[in-house]
């Protein structure tokens, strides 16, 4: 069965400086995918960002960005030029790209983010 | 928001109550999940319904009982449950079918806060 961890149960960051959220996964398949979804206080969950394991490419949304790691199983999650509006908990997620429609998640990290 | 509803947003009950929590997408979707999210732990992927049929059941208790009457309607139905079953219970949706399904993203309700007492 597959496992995702997330190791920093909090972070902060100041307004405008950079933080990198850390995953790492567990699976023995080859073909997957990668999210990252944030959940602000009392607000719903969104999607912030996607990565295809086969793409060797890392995938960048605005000042979001990835870094994929196949063979270290490591998938962190870069927020640049960070906002009061980033505070939220993240979420790290792997779906199989074969086998059915199950999300499996991280703990989550609590980003804050001071001004 | 993300086209995915759910009520009621919060909700307490006793342990011999019965209730169900109703979740409606909006978005064409084909596929209903259930999830529950307790503190500090991972969500906790509950049921999935894909085209109107249940086609996972992660070892959930029986007093939480699904119904999947359409393909943008999902309710979960709760009897005599214990104070741990407290929790943040969200419901998502998305497209089931595709050659790579894992392309299709989860959209996700603001969520129902469940407090059994």
């Known amino acids: 069965a597959q496992t995702v961890t997330q190791s920093q149960p909090e972070m902060s960051v100041q307004e405008a400086e950079t933080v990198t959220l850390s995953c790492t996964y567990d699976?023995?398949?080859?073909?997957?995918?990668l999210f990252w979804y944030k959940q602000p206080p009392s607000r719903q969950m969104i999607l912030v960002i996607r990565?295809?394991?086969?793409?060797?490419q890392n995938a960048t949304e605005n000042r979001f960005s990835v870094n994929f790691q196949k063979a270290a199983k490591s998938f962190s999650l870069k927020i640049s030029d960070s906002q009061l509006g980033d505070a939220a908990m993240y979420f790290c997620?792997?779906?199989?790209?074969?086998?059915?429609?199950?999300?499996?998640f991280g703990a989550g990290t609590i980003l804050r983010v001071k001004s | 928001e993300t086209g995915v509803t759910q009520t009621p947003r919060h909700l307490v009950m006793g342990m011999t109550n019965k209730k169900s929590l109703k979740c409606e997408q909006h978005?064409?979707?084909?596929?209903m999940y259930w999830y529950k999210q307790s503190a500090k732990k991972p969500l906790e992927l509950m049921f999935v319904?894909?085209?109107?049929?249940?086609?996972e059941n992660n070892s959930v208790p029986s007093r939480f009982s699904p119904e999947c009457p359409n393909s943008s309607h999902l309710f979960l139905h709760l009897h005599t449950l214990q104070p741990e079953d407290s929790a943040l219970y969200l419901c998502?949706?998305?497209?089931?079918?595709?050659?790579?399904?894992?392309?299709?993203?989860?959209?996700f309700g603001p969520g129902t806060r469940l407090t059994v007492l």
């Open positions: 998502a949706s998305s497209q089931a079918q595709g050659a790579h399904e894992g392309e299709h993203e989860q959209f």
């Open positions: 699976t023995s398949e080859s073909d997957y995918y």
């Open positions: 319904y894909s085209l109107e049929e249940r086609v």
């Open positions: 990565q295809e394991a086969y793409k060797q």
């Open positions: 997620a792997y779906r199989s790209a074969l086998y059915g429609n199950k999300l499996v």
């Open positions: 978005l064409g979707h084909n596929a």
